[in-house]
């Protein structure tokens, strides 16, 4: 089965920026759509973004449009989430993940703060 390694958390003041990258182990991500979802402490999973697997039809949650790019690679297997004009309310875990193979990566963190 595909796994999926996310990278690029970390700690950023309040409009910064941090790129999100999500690595998967084969090919067959290259079949399915690819979302990012994040979780913030004590809340739900939410989702922010979703881009079709060949790149086409990217879509974002109201909050993060504007501020947020989802994109992929299939050729690296990668996928990426640029977030710029980080707020207060952006930190949470980021996952990645890949609805048509039923995957999810582990998550990274993202903590925005003075």
């Known amino acids: 089965q595909v796994q999926l390694v996310e990278s690029g958390g970390g700690l950023v003041q309040p409009g910064g920026s941090l790129r999100l990258s999500c690595s998967a182990s084969d090919i067959t991500f290259a079949t399915s759509e690819m979302e990012w979802y994040r979780q913030a402490p004590g809340k739900e999973r939410e989702w922010v973004a979703s881009?079709?697997?060949?790149?086409?039809?990217?879509n974002y949650r109201d909050s993060v449009k504007g501020r947020f790019t989802i994109s992929r690679d299939n050729a690296k297997l990668e996928g990426y989430l640029q977030m710029r004009g980080l707020w207060l309310e952006d930190t949470a875990v980021y996952y990645c993940?890949?609805?048509?193979?039923?995957?999810w990566g582990q998550g990274t963190q993202v903590t925005v703060s003075w």
């Open positions: 993940h890949a609805p048509r193979l039923h995957v």
């Open positions: 881009i079709g697997s060949v790149g086409d039809r990217p």
